[in-house]
Nanobody
Framework: QVQLVESGGGLVQAGGSLRLSCAASGGTFSSYTMGWSRQAPGKERDFVAAIAWSGASPYYANSVKGRFTISRDNAKNTVYLQMNSLTPEDTAVYYC???????????????????WGQGTQVTVSS
């Protein structure tokens, strides 16, 4: 069983930055693809980004490409999401997720992860 705990959310003004962290335990973190998704009020959960076990070839949703950066530290069992140039449209609960089945990025972008964290709220004020 994999446990994921997000942190780093909060309130920020438009144009600002935040860095989210997700600490994993209970599994073999270094072998998992990790990702982030978000859910805005009244909307479905949307894929944001994913990163393979090696840290190579990160994959982003078009809506965040060029503004967000996903990274990981396998020694710390932690994945990060650096968010820059935030807009009110980025307001959402952000969820960390783990894929233990070597899915394709296409499947992961459709939300096919095995484990999810509880989420951390990000609010961007205009």
């Amino acid at each position: 069983q994999v446990q994921l705990v997000e942190s780093g959310g909060g309130l920020v003004q438009a144009g600002g930055s935040l860095r989210l962290s997700c600490a994993a335990s209970g599994g073999t973190f270094s072998s998992y693809t990790m990702g982030w998704s978000r859910q805005a009020p009244g909307k479905e959960r949307d894929f944001v980004a994913a990163i393979a076990w090696s840290g190579a070839s990160p994959y982003y949703a078009n809506s965040v490409k060029g503004r967000f950066t996903i990274s990981r530290d396998n020694a710390k069992n932690t994945v990060y999401l650096q968010m820059n140039s935030l807009t009110p449209e980025d307001t959402a609960v952000y969820y960390c997720a783990a894929d233990t089945k070597w899915r394709t990025m296409g499947s992961l972008s459709a939300g096919e992860f095995d484990y999810w964290g509880q989420g951390t709220q990000v609010t961007v004020s205009s």
